[in-house]
Each structure stands twice: as structure tokens, then as C-alpha cells.
């Protein structure tokens, strides 16, 4: 019925088939796309004035996470730090382009607090049929996941958009409430 994507195919987002196992590219639907479009509008300039704030992007840095705590905290090269709640929306792994949902992680990697916003967008995707959100394997780009992390912060009403790597193969994508000062 649908032809089954091997590769993907640098654009849009392919589902994994809970039929045939199989992924295959997802239906392009307006009101979902208008969805991510209106998340982008609002967390792109938000997630700016927060790196801006706090020197995020600076050199010499580094971030930590407290899954237990719930925390996220920006480290700067001058050893002032910043942090906030946080979700983790997403893993990404570049070679093979494959999302895995925050909210299918295992329980070792995530708990209810840190997994807000992947549930919020589940919760989304349930009400409006929209498959993305609720297919926890996909293959997207770079470009689809930082979409899906808006997407999810923006529900969840989270200031800040950034992804890190976690090892050699993948980078997760976090959604953060807007940073404190911490020292
Ligand atoms: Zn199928």
C-alpha cells in the first residue's frame, strides 16, 4: 500500500509502521504543519534572547542535566552558571536519521518530570490524529527534529530550545524553562 523507505529522504517525516514495521513517509497535513510553523514564530526569537541572556553559546562552557532533580544547568567558562526545568523532547542519531520519542525512552533515561513535553505533543497527536507525534521511532533531518522540539516546548511552555550530544552516536534535543541565575 505504502512503499516502504529504506533511506531517508532528506526532507519530511517518515513513521515507523506499527503494521509492517516498515517506515513510510508521513501525510502531509496542513493543520499539523501550520502547528509547527506558529511554535517556530514563538520559540526561535525566545530561545535567541535566552542564549543572549546567559551566554549560552559561549566559548569554554558546559551543560549538565539532573535527570532526578529536573534541572538543567548551563556552566560558562567563568564558572557562572544558569539553569532551569527542562524536558528531553528527543534522541537524534545523524547516521541514520532516526528520532526516538522522549516519551518511549527508558525509564533510566527519563522520569515523568523530564519527559513534560514529549507527553504533551503524544497527548496532541492522540487528539488531532496527527501520526508524528505519536509514532515513537521516526526518521527525520536535523531541520524536523528542531521542529518537534518546538513544537514540544512551545506546549509545554518552555523558553528554550538547545540539543546536546550524549555519546558518539547521539544528540538529544531539550526543552528548557526560562534560565535563573544559580551563583
Ligand atoms: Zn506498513
Redesign the pocket.
Known sequence: ??D?VKHYPGEGYCIQ?P????Y?LAPELLDFEEAIETAGVEMQPSTARQYESFGVLGQGGRWDMDTDEGLFVFTLADGRKSGAAFSQVGSWIQTTSSWMWGWAMPETHITPKTRRAPDLARALGKERDWPVLTSQLLMVGEREAWHLTRLSASLAGHALVYRAPVNEKATVYFAIDALKWLN
Open positions: 500500500m505504502h516502504a509502521c503494521e509492517c514495521e516498515n513510510h
